[in-house]
């Protein structure tokens, strides 16, 4: 019975580290080899050309940028990294 407990919490262990912080993946954003985060989206109008959103410190304003622009281009049926927070402030970003 003691090796079933310790099963289970090196099982976690390997789970948390893979679904850790550097593991986040947010729609329209990469990362770059030096650490920054890129944003971009494909755009229906230029026949789905990428248009670069600009370079970001962190992942989350990256995929921030990334709602607004994709909320502004598509509409609200869109598919977004936080559909609460661009519900719920001003359309406009």
């Known amino acids: 019975m003691s090796n079933?407990?310790?099963r289970k919490s090196s099982s976690?262990?390997?789970s948390s580290s893979s679904t850790g912080e550097?593991?986040?993946h947010y729609k329209g954003v990469r990362r770059r080899p030096w650490g920054k985060f890129t944003a971009e989206i494909r755009d229906p109008a230029r026949k789905g050309s990428r248009v670069w959103l600009?370079?970001?410190d962190t992942d989350v304003d990256a995929a921030?940028?990334?709602d607004c622009v994709a909320f502004k281009l598509r509409g609200r049926k869109t598919i977004l990294n936080f559909p609460l927070r661009i519900r719920s402030v001003d359309p406009g970003c």
């Open 4 to 6: 079933e407990p310790k």
């Open 12 to 14: 976690s262990s390997n």
């Open 22 to 24: 550097g593991s986040r």
């Open 54 to 56: 600009g370079t970001f």
């Open 64 to 66: 921030k940028t990334y």
